[in-house]
């Protein structure tokens, strides 16, 4: 009876924390029409690029942002937001019972209770538009009166 206990109180102080039960990083999904473009990632610990479509992981607490580019096509720059979610909330409110000051501090360092916005991050590429033809003049020889 007392393992049951001791084990039922482990089981719900853990349950309290974002940190653990969702833990500190989360996966990003990355995917382009046409697929095959450059996806660069900042905001993570190291440099990271990959080809569309790929699948980054990063941090919660990291300010990230995704830079597509392909040739042929317009890049674009798409600035990823953190927001709380459902169930980071439920995590971080957790602590208020269980975790104490202690445990709310942990999840706000690591951004425990954060996801990363919009998640997938699906971008359609524009096509590069071409400039405007040359405007091509024709000089016409002026005529010489006949006499």
Same mark, same amino acid.
Request: aromatic share 4%; with cysteine; glycine share 22%.
């Given at each position: 009876m007392r393992s049951w206990g001791g084990a039922?109180?482990?089981?719900?102080?853990? !349950? /309290?924390?974002a940190s653990v039960t969702r833990g500190t990083t989360e996966n990003i999904s990355i995917a382009s029409t046409p697929s095959g473009a450059k996806a660069d990632v900042s905001g993570t610990e190291a440099p990271f690029s990959c080809v569309t479509p790929c699948v980054v992981e990063v941090n919660r607490n990291a300010d990230i942002t995704v830079?597509?580019?392909?040739e042929g096509y317009e890049p674009q720059i798409i600035p990823l937001t953190r927001e709380v979610s459902? !169930? /980071?909330g439920?995590?971080?409110a957790g602590n208020l019972l269980l975790g104490g000051v202690v445990?709310?501090?942990?999840?706000?360092?690591t951004g425990a209770a954060m996801d990363h916005k919009p998640n997938p991050v699906v971008v359609t590429l524009q096509p590069v538009t071409p400039p405007p033809p040359p405007v091509v003049r024709h000089h016409r020889k002026p005529r010489v009166p006949v006499s």
């Open positions: 039922a109180l482990a089981a719900l102080l853990l !349950s /309290g924390c830079s597509l580019s392909k459902g !169930s /980071g439920a995590g971080f445990g709310m501090g942990v999840d706000a360092a």
